[in-house]
């Protein structure tokens, strides 16, 4: 068995190692977008949960009045985390392109000038 797989890395080892390595960087592409869009979630979960609490503890139209009041600061608060969330996945996706780009292009180069 173990000679049939250095035989095999001898024949098609210039193309395993590329395809591993990007391998590697599409699986942390992945977790890094899942961890993005995980930490959204739980932020925006968190602030529905303590908008909840703060809705069941309206009693009578003056805890309402607050309570409305309340979610103007909450809109705001939502639109800035929205702006933000969209501006890391922006940026999340600009940086896998350029390293994906780089990858390609050294993988490339090595198998079109292979010495």
């Given amino acids: 068995m173990?000679?049939?797989?250095v035989a095999f890395n001898a024949m098609y080892g210039s193309l395993?190692?590329?395809l591993t390595q990007v391998n590697r960087f599409m699986a942390s592409q992945l977790e890094q977008g899942v961890?993005?869009?995980?930490?959204?979630?739980?932020?925006?979960?968190d602030l529905g949960v303590a908008q909840v609490k703060v809705a069941l503890k309206v009693t009578d139209s003056h805890s309402l009045h607050?309570?409305?009041?309340?979610?103007?600061a909450v809109l705001?608060?939502?639109g800035h985390r929205v702006l933000d969330d969209n501006r890391a996945a922006s940026e999340?996706?600009?940086?896998?392109?350029?390293?994906?780009?780089r990858l390609m292009r050294k993988n490339l180069l090595s198998q079109l000038?292979?010495?």
């Fill in 76 to 78: 705001s608060f939502v």
């Fill in 35 to 45: 961890m993005l869009g995980l930490d959204s979630l739980r932020a925006y979960v």
């Fill in 113 to 115: 000038f292979k010495a």
């Fill in 92 to 101: 999340w996706s600009k940086a896998g392109y350029c390293e994906a780009n």
């Fill in 16 to 18: 395993v190692a590329p």
């Fill in 66 to 72: 607050e309570f409305a009041d309340s979610q103007f």
């Fill in 2 to 5: 173990n000679e049939k797989s």
